[in-house]
């Protein structure tokens, strides 16, 4: 019973490369997100996926792509990554049309040099 | 624009004392509120979610209230544990966008 998972884990990037991070829930939820946490100031909406083959941006989307492949999967992709991008984030998933209880992942710790 | 605020920041109590954790919101039009536990390096993990027509929820040593009109919720953590020591989050949700507080970290000292 996984939940959501995230990969990787830890990720160490220098200024102007890309990645994708990596997400995929086995609880059949329509609704996934993903989510930046940066000290102090708790966790913020970068996009979200409303059900497949939909996406939506959040607070703070700018530097960001996301792809949602499938009900399962929802990636998030850096283009050129940049310092400011350092942080951990997290993807979460739920169920579309209440209750709205998050779920949530492990976390992908980025660093950008 | 949903402002969700955590008070304290962060709290330090001895072991066995019963201790309450505020959350407020500014905008009464909500889904549910929910109550997580980080702990370090590690995702959230949800503890309690209060429907928007309910009061409370309780779990074990847990009780969450949540009061719209006034836009606050509650936190209490009866005879505290060291190993309730983290950092607890509110979030309340507005839809798709749930907005989270930036927690209030707990130490409980045993």
């Known amino acids: 019973n996984a939940g959501v998972t995230q990969t990787p884990k830890f990720q160490v990037l220098k200024t102007g490369q890309s990645m994708t991070l990596q997400c995929a829930q086995d609880?059949?939820?329509?609704?996934m997100y993903w989510y930046r946490q940066d000290p102090g100031m708790g966790l913020r909406l970068i996009y979200y996926?409303?059900?497949?083959?939909?996406?939506d941006k959040g607070e703070v989307p700018n530097g960001y792509n996301v792809s949602r492949l499938n009900k399962r999967e929802f990636s998030l992709r850096l283009e050129s990554a940049a310092p400011s991008q350092t942080s951990v984030y997290f993807c979460?998933?739920?169920?579309?049309?209440?209750?709205?209880?998050?779920?949530f992942g492990e976390g992908s710790r980025l660093t950008v040099l | 624009k949903q402002e969700v605020t955590q008070i304290p920041a962060a709290l330090s109590v001895p072991e066995g004392e019963n201790l309450v954790l505020n959350c407020s919101f500014t905008?009464?039009?909500?889904?549910?509120l929910q109550w997580f536990r980080q702990d370090p390096g590690k995702g959230l993990t949800s503890l309690l979610l209060?429907?928007?027509?309910?009061r409370e929820q309780t779990s074990g040593r847990l009780n969450a209230s949540l009061d719209k009109s006034s836009g606050r919720s509650t936190l209490y953590i009866a005879a505290s544990q060291p190993g309730d020591s983290a950092t607890y989050l509110c979030?309340?949700?507005?839809?798709?966008?749930?907005?989270f507080g930036a927690g209030t970290r707990l130490f409980v000292k045993a």
């Open positions: 979460a998933s739920s169920e579309a049309g209440g209750p709205w209880e998050l779920f």
């Open positions: 609880m059949n939820h329509n609704s």
């Open positions: 996926s409303a059900s497949e083959g939909t996406t």
């Open positions: 905008d009464s039009a909500i889904y549910n």
């Open positions: 209060i429907q928007s027509s309910q």
């Open positions: 979030a309340v949700a507005g839809g798709f966008k749930t907005i």
